[in-house]
C-alpha cells in the first residue's frame, strides 16, 4: 500500500512540475502594470490592445517561431499552435488588417528590446536572468 502512495505522489509531482509555466512575462522598467490576465495578454499580441492604461503604445516582442518558449506561450495564452498564429499574421499582412509583432531570436534579445522600448512586452524562459525590466504575473 505504501508503494502506491509512493507512485501516486511521485506521479503528482511530476504533472505539477510539467504544468508550471516555461515563461514569464516581461515589461519596460517604467511600466507601472504589475498583473495581467491571459485574455488581455492574448489581445496585447494579436494587436487588438493597442494602448496601455497610461496611454502609452504598447509594443509586444515575441520569440522566434522555433522557439519552444514561444510554443508554450501561444498554446497558453493563445489557445493555438505558433502555425496558427503565424497563419494569422500572414493572413493579416496579405488583406492590409496589420502586422505581426517584431520577432526576436533570443531571450536576450527580448530583455534588450523591453528595456530600450517604454510601452514593450515580451516574454522569456522562466529561467532566464534578467534586470533593468519588470517581470509581471499573468492569471
Request: with cysteine; glycine share 4%; hydrophobic share 40%.
Amino acid at each position: 500500500m505504501k508503494k502506491i502512495f509512493a507512485i501516486i505522489f511521485v506521479l503528482f509531482c511530476i504533472i505539477q512540475i510539467s504544468s508550471a509555466q516555461s515563461y514569464k512575462v516581461i515589461v519596460n522598467s517604467k511600466n507601472t502594470i504589475t498583473s495581467i490576465n491571459k485574455k488581455e495578454l492574448s489581445q496585447i499580441f494579436y494587436k487588438r490592445k493597442k494602448k496601455w492604461d497610461d496611454g502609452q503604445a504598447i509594443v509586444p516582442v515575441d520569440l522566434s517561431s522555433s522557439s519552444s518558449v514561444r510554443a508554450d506561450f501561444s498554446s497558453e495564452v493563445h489557445g493555438k499552435s505558433v502555425a496558427a498564429i503565424r497563419n494569422y499574421w500572414q493572413q493579416a499582412a496579405f488583406t492590409g488588417a496589420g502586422i505581426a509583432p517584431v520577432e526576436k531570436s533570443s531571450d536576450e534579445e527580448v530583455i534588450e528590446y523591453v528595456q530600450t522600448h517604454p510601452g514593450a512586452i515580451g516574454y522569456i524562459s522562466n529561467s532566464t536572468k534578467a534586470t533593468n525590466i519588470k517581470t509581471i504575473s499573468v492569471q
